[in-house]
């Protein structure tokens, strides 16, 4: 996944191939409004598999940058807890789905669980939707978490990692269109992004660990 440079994401590309498909196939049937719906579908899943190369900017060695595209919906400080901080990030099919490694990180663990696509405001949510969890190890040995959530997505939920596996910065390791995701950070994490913020996954600067 990291080293795909092609303009769309390898898990696009059986669907867009099916969707090409029935457009030719309605255009040789003379089903002139279902081959229009193919070519508008065509256009969507292109559009939503997109995998644009990003500017790699270049930041302190202890900097933290966005998984994903999307918008801050929330920042909680925790108590009681093992991490200090919670950020919340919700990415719709506008955003780019492509996720990217936060920092320079040595995966910890990896638990995908399958389940529903209901929305954010079902209470089915946070327990039945499909998800993964992410542990991380900087190589300053900082360890930090990231939930992705689907939320009504035609597409599941892709990660390509596995424990031990080690990964530069910016990185591509998966993809998820439509959700959300929770990112949670230990008390020497320094905040440097607010609720509002419109964040782009390797670009935007998210904090450092101190």
């Given at each position: 996944m990291e080293s795909n440079l092609l303009?769309?994401?390898?898990?696009?590309?059986?669907?867009?191939?099916?969707?090409?498909?029935?457009?030719?196939?309605?255009i040789i049937?003379?089903?002139?409004?279902?081959?229009?719906?193919?070519?508008?579908?065509?256009?969507?899943?292109?559009?939503s598999f997109r995998n644009?190369?990003?500017?790699?900017?270049?930041?302190?060695?202890?900097?933290?940058l966005s998984p994903v595209d999307g918008i801050v919906e929330s920042i909680e400080e925790l108590e009681n807890h093992?991490?200090?901080?919670?950020?919340?990030?919700?990415?719709?099919?506008?955003?780019?789905?492509?996720?990217?490694?936060p920092a320079n990180v040595t995966v910890d663990k990896v638990l995908k669980i399958n389940g529903t696509r209901v929305t954010k405001n079902s209470k089915l949510f946070s327990n039945l939707n499909e998800n993964a969890e992410i542990s991380f190890i900087t190589q300053e040995k900082n360890e930090f978490k990231l939930i992705h959530r689907l939320e009504k997505s035609f597409a599941?939920?892709?990660i390509d990692l596995y424990a031990k596996k080690t990964l530069i910065q910016t990185a591509r390791y998966g993809l998820m269109l439509n959700g959300s995701t929770s990112i949670y950070l230990p008390q020497?994490?320094?905040?440097?992004?607010?609720?509002?913020s419109e964040l782009k996954a390797s670009e935007s600067l998210m904090g450092y660990f101190s």
């Open positions: 303009p769309l994401s390898k898990e696009g590309i059986s669907y867009l191939l099916y969707s090409l498909v029935l457009f030719v196939l309605f049937l003379d089903f002139a409004f279902l081959a229009f719906f193919a070519f508008v579908s065509t256009l969507f899943i292109a559009y644009p190369e990003r500017e790699l900017c270049v930041f302190e060695t202890a900097s933290f093992k991490f200090a901080y919670r950020i919340e990030i919700q990415s719709s099919y506008r955003d780019v789905s492509v996720l990217r490694i599941p939920l892709f020497n994490f320094r905040v440097n992004t607010s609720i509002g």
